[in-house]
């Protein structure tokens, strides 16, 4: 009988030089893994800064492009709600800020901003039904991410901000407020050295650094007015029957939640300019951005001559050109 016998090969390890190989290739293959892992982690950060920096800018000066059901361009954001940059709350940078997420308190828990709403501002003078409306007050235009409670940048870091000190008022008048006040003008991120320089806003909001006189906050409204004749020619009023005057309405930006609550009217301000000139006109100068209202009156011989309300958006750095007709 043949008998068959199986013997087991002798199994042979690594040897050092494999090992030093094998651990070598893991430890490279770690640390790719990781600066990857790093820099995609970085990219993220990146963007984020991007779009947090876009959000901030949107919230104070509105969102661009931006179009009303009828096509007419539509300005928002804090400026236009409340005729006015952010004034700085904090000493902290993670809050300069807070007055577009939360309207700030005083120390019994109460509101000092006036809330939102579309406000009627009456004129007697024309008549006791007359009144134009205007939409003004605090409203959030920034909402934190969840369980955040501060401003910060994608690497978790504040904003480098830059304020401003100045008065409120673009046009003094004798209801100019002459307390200066530490505006948000401006603010941009530190970034990450390897991978960005600073990241700043999509658009500076005082190239001047002066938050009274920008060009990206501010515009110009020139009016023309005008009343038919008895052929129903439009022609420039009869100055015999008295000075015509324009009004241009629009958030006060002085407004608290105090003064208003006494009288609706204090939440806007009306600023007015004579009618000059041929074709009869004028023209308002660092007006801020947003909704505003205005219409025109003269006295009259017999009775009062006014123009029904015209409703406007101020552009930044352009010209808004507004025709009102007087009738009785």
Known sequence: MTQFTCKNPRRRGLTLVELVVVLFILALTTTIAVRMTSS?????????????????????????????PDGTISVQGFVADMGRLPIAQSADPALMLSELWANPQDSFGNALLPEFKIRDFPDPDISPTFSVK?????????HLAPGASSLLDGWSNPYGIRVTNAKTDPIPDPTSDPTPHN?????????????????????????????????VIQGSVNVVVQVKDPSGVLVDPDTANGPVTVYLLGPDPKATAATVALNEKNAIRRMSLPASGSPLSAIFNGIYIGPKSIYARQPGA???????????SVLPGGIVNVKLVLHP
Do not use: H, M
Not at 47 to 55: C, F, N, P, V, Y
Not at 134 to 142: A, I, K, M, S, T
Not at 302 to 312: E, F, G, M, R
């Open 134 to 142: 205007v939409p003004c007050g605090w409203r959030p235009q920034l």
């Open 40 to 68: 995609l982690e970085d990219q993220a950060r990146f963007e984020a800064t991007q779009r947090g920096l876009k959000e901030i800018d949107e919230a104070v000066v509105g969102a661009q492009g931006v179009r009303q």
């Open 183 to 215: 505006f948000v003008s401006s603010l941009q991120s530190a970034g990450f050295p390897e991978i960005s320089g600073p990241l700043s806003l999509p658009r500076d909001w005082c190239p001047n650094r002066d938050p009274i006189q920008s060009p």
């Open 302 to 312: 017999t009775q009062p001559l006014y123009s029904d309300p015209a409703y406007i």
